[in-house]
């Protein structure tokens, strides 16, 4: 590996922790989706910015881009607060609006200089490395990476210091507002991190790849654990991996680093999605499984404990009789009775089925649960 493959995924890694800390709230709080309204509407911030400094390179950049973001937040609240629509068709209309901005003064008065639609989408991985600051004749690395070193640490202290906070706000903002934590402060602050974070890896890694680190490791996280510090964790892991992933997936494919890494998010989700242990779909069908022929069985053994005694008990309690009670086609009849006599819960003798003291069992606490 060549120093210059270590410090794109390094760049990538750094992206990935950044975008992975302030997504976990995001998704927490049902808004994932404002993670691509915000990586988008900064464009027409970046753009003016650039109009007035005349450089690529001004903090103002940051500060302009940011504050459209901001605005963009706003202003899908002032629609939603309307009661006519729907975040997400506030979302809908918001992000564009500003985005077709952007891209007009771009083509417009901007048509000289790297700042084209193809980088805002994509970004370029590959020459972040060849952007780098030097101190006093020193060379001391890209200068994404200290970019984004600078926003992983502003994003990890923000939510170490407001974590309780966020807690709160994100599951019950009533809750946190009758504590005087103000979840409105907290709601803005976490979006600025979310534009910050936008703008911070715009230039590298393009508004695409932002919006699937900030979305995908955390959606994925959710569905391993239900506990938050262990969701963060899981999400910074999981962008981390998808960044490596993706880097030697476009290495292999010789495409885009950013649309593969994008694509290996997807991956990874889709993965976790079949394989997670108890909310994945693999693990929901097993469980319906179980339930399916549970339910069967607690079904045979009221049906039997309710005949016992009974003169119909002859006719009742026979395999051929549960096709024609329960409408069971003969091949699960069959199935259920095997399957209940492996449990312990049924005998046959003489052509009948009786229950056992298990059977008993089991039929007199299904009654009551039912």
């Known amino acids: 590996m060549t120093s210059v493959q270590f410090e794109i995924q390094l760049i990538a890694i750094l992206v990935a ?19 691509d309204a915000i990586s988008h509407s900064i464009l027409p911030g970046l753009v003016i910015a650039f109009f007035l400094t ?15 973001g901001l605005l963009t937040v706003l202003l899908v609240e002032s629609i939603s607060k309307t009661r006519l629509l729907k975040e997400d068709a506030a979302i809908g ?8 901005i952007g891209v007009i003064l771009i083509a417009r008065f901007a048509g000289d200089i790297h700042l084209d639609v193809d980088s805002v989408l994509l970004g370029e991985l590959a020459f972040a490395p060849f952007n780098r600051v030097s101190l006093f004749g020193r060379d001391l690395g890209p200068a994404a990476m200290w970019t984004m070193i600078v926003v992983v640490v502003i994003n990890a202290a923000f939510v170490a210091v407001f974590y309780k906070e966020l807690k709160i706000a994100s599951f019950d903002s009533g809750l946190a507002a009758a504590l005087g934590f103000v979840p409105a402060g907290i709601h803005y602050g976490l979006m600025t991190l979310v534009s910050a974070t936008a703008v911070a890896a715009f230039d590298a890694v393009g508004s695409i790849l932002v919006v699937a680190l900030i979305v995908g490791p955390p959606a994925t996280a959710y569905l391993l654990t239900n506990r938050l510090s262990v969701m963060i964790g899981l999400s910074i892991l999981l962008g981390m991996l998808s960044a490596i992933l993706g880097y030697w997936f476009a290495h292999w494919l010789d495409a885009s680093i950013a649309g593969a890494m994008a694509t290996m998010v997807g991956v990874v989700f889709v993965i976790v999605l079949f394989l997670a242990p108890g909310r994945g779909v693999a693990a929901v069908w097993r469980r319906r499984y179980r339930q399916k022929w549970t339910f069967a069985e607690k079904m045979l ?3 039997l404990h309710h005949h016992e005694g009974m003169v119909d008990e002859a006719r009742e309690n026979r395999t051929a009789h549960l096709q024609e009670h329960f409408s069971w086609d003969a091949r699960f009849a069959g199935s259920v009775v095997e399957r209940a006599k492996d449990d312990g819960f049924v005998t046959e003798g003489g052509g009948l ?3 056992t003291e298990a059977g008993r069992a089991l039929a007199r606490e299904a009654i009551v649960q039912a």
């Open 17 to 35: 922790v950044a975008c992975a800390i302030p997504g976990v709230f995001l998704v927490l709080r049902k808004m994932a989706m404002m993670s």
């Open 54 to 68: 005349g450089t690529l390179n001004s903090p103002l950049l940051i500060v302009g881009a940011t504050a459209t």
């Open 353 to 355: 089925l009786n229950l």
């Open 93 to 100: 209309l918001a992000f564009p609006v500003f985005f077709s």
């Open 301 to 303: 053994a009221i049906h």
